[in-house]
């Protein structure tokens, strides 16, 4: 029996058979190792069962053991020759290295967005029997809080984001164009006008 194998442990290593004219009789691969002088390995043979041997090496270099196969048949084998320690295979030289690539440059970062300045809110008027009703629309996109000035008249009222709000402004009725200012505390304003 011939088993090829590097280092103390064997993990599929080849193994041939060969009967008593010198012949190969089996092949198979062989699962275990040495450890001192004591080895131990199963083989499972292409051509018959598994089989687990153990044995131990003499001083001279040749094994002696026993082996049973799945059924509990039993034998008694012996090496012919000499276990024989040889190198292992030099390893296969690394691949070089490609060579390194000039790092790509990087490419400008993007400049902020311009913001854009915000917008007053729009404005429109109804007006009634008593005084004008306003519809404030905010168009900044932000909650703020607006104040509303016209001919000695003033309030404040919120306005969320993209919402509108009415504000009724008493006032007697003149006949004429009168003007006011809605201011913001997010800095825009815008200015209205009715003839009432």
Request: net charge neutral; charged share 15%; aromatic share 8%.
């Amino acid at each position: 029996m011939e088993i090829v194998a590097f280092g103390p442990k064997v993990n599929g290593g080849r193994v041939n058979s060969f009967n008593n004219r010198q012949e190969m009789a089996n092949n198979g691969a062989a699962y275990g190792g040495i450890s001192g002088q004591t080895v131990a390995f199963n083989i499972n043979w292409n051509g018959g069962p598994i089989g687990s041997y153990k044995g131990t090496v003499r001083d001279d270099g040749t094994v002696f053991g026993g082996t049973t196969d799945p059924q509990g048949n039993a034998a008694s084998w012996e090496s012919v020759t000499k276990l024989v320690c040889k190198a292992a295979p030099a390893p296969d030289a690394p691949a070089p290295a490609p060579p390194a690539e000039k790092p790509a440059d990087k490419p400008a970062p993007e400049a902020p967005p311009e913001k854009k300045p915000l917008q007053g809110p729009a404005v429109s008027a109804k007006p009634g029997f008593a005084g004008v009703t306003f519809t404030f629309t905010d168009r900044s996109g932000v909650a703020s809080q607006y104040t509303y000035s016209s001919e000695g008249f003033s309030d404040t009222f919120a306005l969320p984001a993209n919402g509108s709000a009415d504000l009724f402004v008493p006032a007697i009725r003149l006949g004429r164009t009168r003007t006011g200012t809605v201011s913001c505390d997010n800095g825009t304003s815008s200015p209205t006008s009715v003839e009432f």
